[in-house]
């Protein structure tokens, strides 16, 4: 997630060691397009490429490694190419303008709450309210819409000041609140934070299934950057995500 790019060879060494020790089917980097080259000769190939990701400056590669011939199959694909039809698997609801609210620790216990009701799996612990926490403490802000009173919907920027980029994740909106477009207008306020607060290049990882999500990137301005394959167990099982990026 953060390279060190002062011992790169060491670093990826370690890394298949860890791989073939493990069982593991896939190793995933985000790295500067500088040491690409390093990541190759170790047969490592591109999923993603961000342009200017780190600084502004210095495009930022998404590379993956597998150890697993099943692991490489894709299974589940993008719907990228699919997005202009008029559905994306809720039906249209009247929109509502509610205010958007930045979260607090006091709303941890409700959020972890909202996100168990939303999500089997993830890859982080976002269910405990411990994390969100401290979270919260760390680099990451969090922002909400109620309605009647309770959370109908959350998501967050996890910010990076040495690269100068902020990762918008941790969308979750309640079943019965879908399709009025409350994550495009807590996009639209992260969006607004990660400007304040520097950043250069905002980026997200969705599910690549997820019709709803990735439209909502598109629409207020992301980039396609490319499809990580079977890179991540969400919902469930492991899923196929999107790579999207707007420079702010």
Known sequence: MHLNTEDTGSL???????????GYGKIFAKIP?????????????KEAVVSKFFKGKTDGIFVAKYFSAERQKTRNQTCVDQMESNSNGYPRTKRITPPIIACTPSDAEEMGNLYRQ?????PFPIHQPEYLKRMMGKNAFYFCIHVKKK?????????DSASMTCEMTDFATLPEHRGKGLARKL???LDDEARKHG?????????????GMNRVFKRKGY????????????CGSIRSMTVWYKHL
């Open 187 to 189: 996009l639209g306020r």
């Open 12 to 22: 990826i060494s370690k890394l298949d060691r860890m791989a073939i020790e493990n």
């Open 199 to 211: 950043m250069k290049t905002a980026y997200t990882i969705a599910r690549a299934d997820s019709h």
């Open 33 to 45: 397009a500088t040491r690409w080259k390093a990541f190759k000769s170790a047969g490592y190939t």
């Open 118 to 122: 939303v999500f089997e799996s993830y």
């Open 151 to 159: 959370i109908a919907a959350v998501a967050a920027a996890e910010t």
């Open 223 to 234: 980039q396609y950057a490319g499809l990580l394959n079977n890179n991540s167990q969400i």
